[in-house]
């Protein structure tokens, strides 16, 4: 059973470019969501998807955007790129329809590093 | 707006202490709350899911607690393991906000031989 994968592993980019990340939900879930996790805090909601539509989104500029495919695979883009976007992105997905009794399981998570 | 807490941020216990992770939460109107685990560098392991209605959960040596009249949970782990060395998370969703879990900053448990 696969669970949540996530890719690249790390990545490092220059600030003012754009980066895209990657995520493949756990095999039967539906949904997915993107936290930023900075060091030593916990992860911060950036956005779900379902059904290929963006369903809620937390606190984060417009340069943050996502999609998601029919495949229910996932993408995180971050266009202009700040040196305070550096930090882990973590992918977890579960299911849309009853989230209360749907754990999140998360990937691995995505080093990003803005030089 | 939902505010978790977790208190102490560290923790240091020798082999065999059982021991208490506590997480507390400004909203009481939650709609579960999903304690993980979280090894450095990497992702997060789920641990428990409580829903609202229930008062604790069981997996092996955890046992997770909630109080929603009082706004916390706690993480109760019995004969502590070096393996257990981590940082543990509580994150809890809001029904109005399902979508949205709000995570604390997490307790590092560091568990000596």
């Known amino acids: 059973?696969?669970?949540?994968?996530?890719?690249?592993?790390?990545?490092?980019k220059t600030r003012g470019q754009q980066v895209t990340l990657r995520?493949?939900?756990k095999s039967g879930h539906d949904t997915v969501s993107w936290y930023q996790q900075a060091l030593g805090q916990g992860p911060q909601f950036i956005f779900q998807y379902y059904e290929e539509e963006e369903r809620q989104r937390g606190n984060f500029p417009d340069r943050f955007s996502g999609h998601q495919f029919?495949?229910?695979?996932?993408?995180?883009?971050?266009?202009?790129?700040?040196?305070?976007?550096?930090?882990?992105?973590?992918?977890?997905?579960?299911?849309?329809?009853?989230?209360?009794?749907?754990?999140?399981?998360?990937?691995?998570g995505t080093r990003l590093t803005v030089t | 707006?939902?505010?978790?807490?977790?208190?102490?941020?560290?923790?240091?216990?020798?082999?065999?202490?059982?021991?208490?992770?506590?997480?507390?939460?400004?909203?009481?109107?939650?709609?579960?709350?999903?304690?993980?685990?979280?090894?450095?560098?990497?992702?997060?392991?789920?641990?428990?899911?409580?829903?609202s209605s229930q008062r604790e959960q069981t997996s092996g040596r955890l046992n997770a607690s909630?109080?929603?009249?009082?706004?916390?949970?706690?993480?109760y782990i019995a004969a502590s393991q070096p393996g257990d060395s981590a940082t543990y998370l509580c994150a809890v969703r809001l029904p109005t906000n399902a979508g949205k879990s709000t995570f604390g900053?997490?307790?590092?448990?560091?568990v000596k031989p």
């Open chain 2, 105 to 110: 900053d997490g307790t590092t448990l560091t």
């Open chain 2, 1 to 51: 707006k939902q505010e978790v807490t977790q208190i102490p941020a560290a923790l240091s216990v020798p082999e065999g202490e059982n021991l208490v992770l506590n997480c507390s939460f400004t909203d009481s109107a939650i709609y579960n709350l999903q304690w993980f685990r979280q090894d450095p560098g990497k992702g997060l392991t789920s641990l428990l899911l409580i829903q």
């Open chain 2, 66 to 75: 909630l109080d929603k009249s009082s706004g916390r949970s706690t993480l």
């Open chain 1, 70 to 108: 029919p495949n229910y695979s996932s993408e995180l883009n971050v266009n202009a790129l700040l040196l305070g976007d550096s930090a882990l992105y973590l992918c977890a997905s579960s299911l849309f329809l009853g989230q209360g009794n749907s754990p999140l399981h998360f990937g691995n």
């Open chain 1, 23 to 25: 995520c493949s939900p």
């Open chain 1, 1 to 12: 059973d696969a669970g949540v994968t996530q890719s690249p592993t790390h990545l490092i």
